[in-house]
């Protein structure tokens, strides 16, 4: 229950009357036992949140010494007069006092965890009025939940490496299980050739760019359960999306060059209001987008509409080098487009009336 050898948790029960969470509490408030060495199926809520709560208390603590000049200037600051002739010493430890006070306000460890605490809440908060997607099913998540969630993690990883599972699932490649997400590698060979040309490079550096355009990537997408022993594989909305996205993937690759095309000129008028000497790629026909354009990420979202899960697609461009180009596709429905980031949002699936997956 909490890693120690036998005999010390015995003479801690002893000492606590044979109450195992009285003598846990008294443990971890001896700095004895850490969060790392609590069982998470059989310690409750409230002892997690205490030794995580001293946890952070002594980095605070630690994180205090350092600034104020280690051990040895709170040492300069508590001696004796006999022991400092001419308060030299003294006088330093007092300067140690002073840095200390401006930086850290003054602030006892106590007093900056909870205001970093009420500071984390406070954000968590901000988040939830805006909409982000947010773990705990929106609840916040406390210091002992945190370090209750790492436990189980870590635990579930050694479980998954010493049992790993390999999940066969047509039309999906050979499918790799992960604590949260499904793993695999294939090929799109509709973005075959297609790259992104750098004018710097020599005609031979860019030659080796597009033959390593193989349309080949790898791809992970959110878990439905966390049963390791007997995972639920991809939901079959989500079979049929892979399935659809397969079969047409030459028929939503011209309509993303289209798409794109047309986003493009229009943006471009806009950049060359504001800069008219900024460098822009030559994009003129859906021919010139095979060398401004590649294939890097696919997305599988826990999203679905009349049966078929939402999937998502991101490149790397010409045009928009530091934000790429992304698309999110309901079948052969292109319901958001623009940067990377609309290829793996999630927000415009609920708005679309996809209901998420359970």
């Not at 997408?221 to 999306?241: C, H």
Request: charge should be negative.
């Amino acid at each position: 229950m909490c890693g120690l050898a036998k005999e010390q948790c015995e003479t801690a029960l002893q000492e606590n009357g044979a109450d195992v969470e009285k003598a846990l509490a008294a443990l971890i408030d001896a700095g004895r036992i850490k969060t790392d060495a609590l069982k998470p199926d059989t310690v409750p809520l409230e002892l997690w949140e205490r030794a995580a709560y001293r946890e952070k208390v002594h980095a605070a603590e630690q994180m205090m010494l350092r600034r104020r000049g280690g051990p040895l200037a709170s040492l300069m600051a508590k001696l004796p007069a006999s022991g400092d002739p001419g308060g030299l010493l003294t006088g330093m430890g007092d300067k140690v006092a002073e840095l200390r006070k401006q930086l850290v306000g003054n602030k006892t460890p106590e007093q900056m965890v909870a205001e970093d605490e009420a500071n984390r809440r406070k954000r968590f908060e901000e988040g939830k009025r805006l909409g982000l997607d947010l773990p705990e099913g929106g609840t916040f998540p406390t210091l002992g939940m945190q370090a209750r969630d790492r436990a189980i993690g870590r635990r579930r990883e050694a479980f998954l490496k010493a049992n790993p599972k390999t999940l066969n699932l047509p039309p999906f490649p050979p499918l790799e299980l992960d604590t949260n997400d499904w793993k695999g590698k294939d090929v799109l060979a509709a973005w075959i050739g297609y790259y992104t040309r750098d004018p710097d490079y020599t005609d031979e550096m860019n030659a080796e760019e597009k033959a390593k355009a193989d349309g080949e990537f790898t791809f992970e997408f959110p878990r439905l359960d966390e049963d390791d022993q007997n995972p639920r594989p991809p939901a079959p909305e989500q079979v049929a999306a892979y399935a659809y996205l397969k079969e047409h993937q030459i028929e939503l690759r011209d309509k993303i060059l289209e798409r794109f095309l047309k986003l493009f000129h229009e943006a471009r008028a806009v950049w060359l209001k504001d800069d008219p000497d900024l460098e822009l790629p030559k994009l003129e026909t859906i021919d010139d987008m095979k060398e401004n354009i590649l294939f890097q990420q696919f997305y599988m979202h826990p999203y679905a509409k009349d049966g078929v899960a939402y999937f998502g697609l991101s490149f790397a461009c010409t045009w928009d080098p530091d934000h790429g180009a992304g698309v999110l596709f309901h079948k052969d429905r292109i319901i958001d487009i623009g940067q990377a980031e609309q290829g793996f949002r999630t927000e415009e699936c609920e708005a679309d009336g996809g209901e998420k997956l359970e």
